[in-house]
């Protein structure tokens, strides 16, 4: 199955997530919305690991590759949450934010060679990726919560709940991708971190969801918007670091620019 292919699982999996997203604000078809949402799941699914059979390696290794993941883990983030809190809104928000990095790789199609360079033939590859792209979907449905929040008047202690949940479970596995990064690292380029643009942005990201964390430990009320406002900038940071970076003139010759 290859690139060319992905047309005929992406608007299939796009309608079906769009459809979902609608359907499940009434109680008559919020039952058919969550069968639509698993469906466009699966279809998703069947091109990852036909396209990954394709091209003899795990499709983790380019930008367009990492779209994939993150549509994918988005939208079984926000399934699994909505089974969980029963939100309407996250459903329809996870899907539709989905399908749009679903679109952005049908508008910017990407060559994806066999080959790979030796430094990511490594057991770290798929678990750092895997870590790391599942923390960026908690955070992503966190930054929901958190905007839903911010317009309403009385904030609903459910949705801070979920917010911080989201933000306390996405941060462990983004510093257990960071950790294994590190190791990964020592074993390729004989050092653990060395700063360079793409390290240091992510450290930023880290610091600004650990300021989150320790302002919700007060429990405060007079600090809830504040709170709040971290997570919305914390949500830009990680953006910056993930897709933002690869375009800054210092970090065209970094180890983490694909």
């Known amino acids: 199955m290859t690139w060319n292919d992905f047309i005929y699982f992406a608007i299939p999996a796009i309608l079906m997530w769009v459809i979902a997203g609608i359907l499940v604000y009434a109680k008559k078809t919020a039952r058919a ?3 639509l949402m ?3 799941i699966a279809v998703f699914t069947a091109f990852i690991i036909g396209f990954w059979i394709h091209i003899e390696r795990p499709p983790m290794r380019t930008m367009g590759e990492t779209r994939l993941w993150y549509s994918l883990f988005l939208t079984i983030v926000g399934y699994v949450a909505y089974k969980r809190w029963q939100y309407p809104w996250l459903l329809s928000f996870t899907a539709a934010i989905a ?3 679903v679109i952005i790789n049908l508008l910017k199609p990407e060559i994806h060679s066999k080959s790979m360079m030796p430094a990511l033939q490594s057991i770290w590859f798929i678990p750092h990726v895997v870590s790391y792209i599942l923390s960026y979907a908690m955070f992503g449905s966190a930054t929901i919560g958190a905007i839903i929040l911010l317009h309403k008047k009385n904030q609903d202690k459910h949705i801070f709940n979920f917010t911080d949940n989201m933000i306390y479970v996405g ?10 990064g590190a190791i990964w690292a020592k074993e390729a380029w004989g050092h653990y971190w060395s700063w360079d643009p793409k390290e240091t942005w ?5 610091a600004a969801y650990l300021g989150y964390i320790h302002i919700r430990l007060k429990r405060n009320k007079k600090t809830n918007n504040l709170a709040l406002w971290f997570v919305i900038i914390a949500f830009i940071l990680l953006m910056i670091t993930w ?9 065209q010759h970094s180890v983490h620019v694909y």
């Not at 941060?171 to 294994?180: E, I, K, P, S």
């Not at 992510?202 to 880290?206: L, W």
């Open 99 to 101: 399908a749009v990095f």
């Open 171 to 180: 941060f462990g596995f983004l510093m257990l991708g960071l950790l294994m």
């Open 33 to 35: 919305s969550e069968v």
């Open 38 to 40: 698993l469906m466009g």
């Open 202 to 206: 992510a450290f930023i990201t880290c």
């Open 243 to 251: 897709i933002g970076v690869n375009y800054l003139p210092s970090a």
